[in-house]
C-alpha cells in the first residue's frame, strides 16, 4: 500500500533486464525468509532494499537478517553476502538505531536517489561491481549515509559533536516535483479491479 515502496519496485521492474522479487515479514520458515515471487531465500540475493516506515521496523530488519543466516553487522558481510541498502521515514528520522546493520541508508525521499543509483545497483546486482565499489559509488550521492565512514558522534559531549575527521553531515534528499503518471500502483489484486469496475459503473449511470 505504501507508494514510496511501489514507485522504487517498479523503477526496477521496468528495467528488463533484472530479475526482482518482493520479501515480507512472515512465520518463521524452515531455512529462513524466501521471496514472494520466486521463492528465493534471502540469503540468495546479491542486493537487497529496505523500506523502514516504522521504529517496530527496526527489528523486523534484524529478525529477518538473522532468521536469513546473514551476518547482522554490516562489518562482518563479505562478497557472498547480501548488501543491506535501507530507506524509508523510519530511517530518514533516525538511523541510528540500525546504522550497524546497513551497508548504506538513504536520508530523505528515494525517488531522487533511484533516478541517480539506479544503474549502479543494476551493475551491482549483475556482478559487475563489488560491494567496496558500490559504495563509492553512493558516497557521491545526496542522501546517502554510509555509517561505516560516517561514525555516530560522541554523545557524551555536550552538544554531541562528530567524531575528528568524520564528514559527518548528510543532506537528506527530497523529491521536488513529481507528475501524477509517475507514481502508480503495481499492486493489482481482484478488489482493486472490482472497485475500479464499480466506478466506472457510477459514472456511466451519472
Known amino acids: 500500500s505504501n507508494m514510496g515502496y511501489q514507485f522504487i519496485w517498479g523503477t526496477c521492474l521496468d528495467r528488463s533486464d ?13 531455512g529462513g525468509p524466501v521471496s514472494f515471487e520466486g521463492r528465493r531465500p534471502l540469503a540468495g540475493h546479491r542486493l537487497t532494499l529496505w523500506s523502514i516506515s516504522f521504529e517496530e521496523d527496526y527489528f523486523h530488519l534484524a529478525r529477518m537478517l538473522h532468521a536469513a543466516g546473514v551476518p547482522l553487522r554490516a562489518a562482518e558481510r563479505g562478497e557472498g553476502d547480501p548488501f543491506v541498502l535501507v530507506g524509508g521515514p523510519g530511517v530518514t528520522a533516525n538511523p541510528e538505531p540500525v546504522a550497524v546493520l546497513c551497508d548504506a541508508v ?19 546486482a549483475r556482478g559487475r561491481l563489488d560491494r567496496t565499489a558500490l559504495k563509492e559509488r553512493l558516497a557521491g550521492l545526496r542522501g546517502v549515509y554510509l555509517p561505516e565512514r560516517h561514525p555516530a558522534p560522541v554523545l557524551h559531549e555536550k552538544p554531541p559533536v562528530p567524531q575528528a575527521d568524520s564528514p559527518f553531515r548528510v543532506e537528506r534528499t527530497e523529491a521536488v516535483a513529481i507528475s501524477e503518471d509517475v507514481i502508480t500502483s503495481r499492486v493489482i489484486t481482484p478488489a482493486s479491479v472490482c472497485l475500479l469496475y464499480t466506478s466506472d459503473a457510477a459514472d456511466e449511470e451519472d
Do not use: H, T
Not at 18 to 30: G, S, T
Open 18 to 30: 533484472l530479475a526482482v522479487d518482493r520479501l515480507f515479514l512472515e512465520p518463521e520458515v524452515e
Open 106 to 124: 538513504v536520508i530523505g525521499d528515494g525517488e531522487p536517489f533511484m533516478a541517480e543509483a539506479v544503474a549502479d545497483l543494476e551493475a551491482f
